[in-house]
């Protein structure tokens, strides 16, 4: 038992060590002044702190499931284990929150997008996730404490995500966003087709942002024609409704009814 606690020592210290530069550069970094440099892929710098993120809640994970278990929990001098996993689960928590602001430039900058939310809602479950790790350290709790409570928080909120229309909100506020030469017309195409009626609305706004991307010295959308973004729009509409007729009454549902009613179909 004694070397196991001198072992894991001298990982959380380690650990936390180099989880703390990582932290400092964040802080410097993202948190203060952040402005998006010409060229700058904010995808990437999102997608790197996801990564680094997902590598060190594993890590977290498996070291408290290993070195907080059985007779570890009551080892009479763990005191110094119990502070450096505690510190070690608080610096994650400061990392999730770091990838959240990466996560907020992104949007701030490009606008919604599905993966995007997906990446909020992740953040949120990876937070609680670490808030029932430290009260499992706290009051000695059993892994299957963790399975339990996470499995029943990430349920609940795949429930709650579920009462939302995210194409909806996010072709809403992209229409409205305050950097049109920054948002993926071509995602507009990629969403729902029960949304379309909310995109033919607002063609004007579309062709605006299609303007602005055409000022820009790197061009990195393909629809830049209103006109063929129309037609495109309404041939993935048409398709969907096409497949619609050949299912049965159980099928049924609100949003197909508005859409066929803004065709003029029923």
């Not at 949120?124 to 059993?142: A, E, P, Q, R």
Request: aromatic share 14%.
């Amino acid at each position: 038992m004694l070397n196991e606690y001198r072992v894991g020592i001298l990982i959380l210290a380690a650990l936390n060590v180099l989880l703390l530069i990582v932290n400092i550069i964040d802080l410097s970094w993202v948190y203060i002044g952040f402005e998006v440099p010409e060229d700058f892929n904010l995808k990437q710098f999102v997608h790197e702190g996801t990564y680094l993120l997902i590598l060190s809640i594993l890590l977290s994970i498996g070291i408290v499931l290993y070195f907080f278990r059985g007779s570890l929990n009551f080892y009479p001098k763990n005191k110094a284990l119990f502070i450096l996993g505690k510190v070690w689960i608080v610096q994650n928590a400061f990392l999730t929150i770091s990838v959240f602001m990466r996560n907020f430039h992104y949007i701030n900058y490009h606008g919604l997008a599905s993966k995007r939310i997906g990446m909020i809602a992740f953040l949120i479950m990876t937070f609680f996730g670490l808030l029932t790790l430290v009260y499992k350290v706290n009051n000695k709790k059993s892994s299957y404490f963790l399975l339990r409570v996470n499995t029943w928080f990430i349920f609940l909120s795949l429930v709650c995500l579920s009462f939302f229309n995210w194409d909806r909100i996010i072709v809403s506020n992209n229409l409205a966003h305050h950097n049109p030469a920054e948002i993926d017309i071509d995602h507009y195409l990629e969403l729902d087709p029960r949304i379309s009626p909310l995109i033919l609305s607002n063609l004007d706004a579309i062709e605006m942002q299609m303007k602005a991307h055409q000022l820009n010295r790197k061009v990195w959308v393909n629809s830049l024609d209103i006109d063929l973004f129309k037609v495109r729009l309404l041939k993935k509409t048409k398709l969907y409704l096409k497949r619609q007729k050949s299912h049965s009454w159980a099928s049924w549902n609100m949003q197909d009814k508005r859409l066929r009613d803004s065709f003029g179909l029923n």
